[in-house]
């Protein structure tokens, strides 16, 4: 008898009825809080489910379109799911509801693909479930690689930038109704919220601040942007811009047939989930 097994050409990620390309992995759990009940002169009676009903998804992808539909569902309830039935079937799927996107990455180094990952808590609802229609765009691969990136800082025009990473976390806070069963009535998020970007570079002018300078001097503060372009091409694909980034730490490292390597992290502050969609993708 032959095993069907599921493997890669057979899943597909929807959220919100759009398809995400360059997937590379997707994880989704869900667990119930069940609490063990003690009563005197009985012991254990039974257990009860004492808490929320959460389940967690995170998708890990490449970057190879130039839209990002994530991007413009960070402050929206979004649904989804994997399907993974043998040959593309629909019989077979992951889904989840109610879900709130709580944090973003992106990451590229020398030699490798610049990648855009997530992940989401889903409230209440999540596991099998109908899967409503879907639709396949075939499409060409835009790949953007660290050889045909732009990288606008001020200390990156004669130091050799090796390595970006940009990430951020959305705190969201859901809030309950007794007979609600489980399932938030509202949801609100907490601010502010900040954004981490980090960078390693082959030092070759570049010269570390001094610690005691940040409280007065106006040095720890960039504007970066740094833009994906399409292979062999100036062509943007993605571009982050982070105005009024402030440098919050430092390292110096060298050894004995090593280049001498500094690594920089920087951290901006947003009043809403808007906001910084804004500023940061537009």
């Not at 005197?40 to 959460?54: C, D, K, R």
């Not at 050889?147 to 940009?166: D, K, P, R």
Request: net charge negative; charged share 15%.
């Amino acid at each position: 008898m032959a095993y069907d097994r599921n493997f890669y050409n057979d899943q597909q990620v929807f959220i919100n009825g759009n398809e995400l390309k360059g997937v590379q992995s997707f994880d989704g759990s869900w667990s119930v809080p069940n609490t063990n009940m003690m009563a005197a002169g009985y012991e254990f009676v039974g257990s009860e489910i004492e808490g929320q009903l959460v389940g967690e998804v995170s998708v890990s992808r490449n970057i190879v379109t130039g839209q990002d539909p994530i991007t413009g569902m960070m402050h929206t309830p979004v649904s989804g799911y994997l399907l993974y039935g043998p040959h593309q079937a629909k019989n077979k799927s992951f889904n989840f509801n109610n879900g709130y996107i709580n944090s973003y990455s992106s990451s590229c180094s020398i030699g490798e693909i610049a990648t855009a990952d997530f992940s989401l808590t889903a409230y209440g609802d999540i596991g099998t479930g109908l899967i409503t229609d879907t639709s396949y765009e075939e499409i060409t691969p835009i790949v953007a690689t660290a050889n045909s990136m732009t990288l606008n800082t001020s200390f990156g025009s004669t130091n050799a930038i090796q390595s970006y990473s940009f990430d951020f976390s959305i705190g969201v806070t859901p809030v309950y109704r007794i007979g609600d069963m489980f399932s938030p009535s509202k949801f609100y998020t907490e601010t502010p919220i900040t954004t981490s970007t980090s960078f390693e570079i082959v030092a070759n002018e570049y010269e570390i601040k001094n610690l005691l300078d940040a409280v007065c001097s106006d040095d720890f503060v960039e504007n970066i942007s740094f833009s994906l372009n399409e292979k062999c091409s100036s062509t943007p694909i993605r571009t982050f811009t982070l105005n009024n980034a402030k440098l919050i730490d430092s390292s110096i490292s060298a050894g004995i047939g090593d280049n001498l390597s500094i690594s920089l992290g920087f951290e901006n502050q947003f009043s809403s989930v808007t906001g910084l969609v804004d500023q940061v993708f537009s």
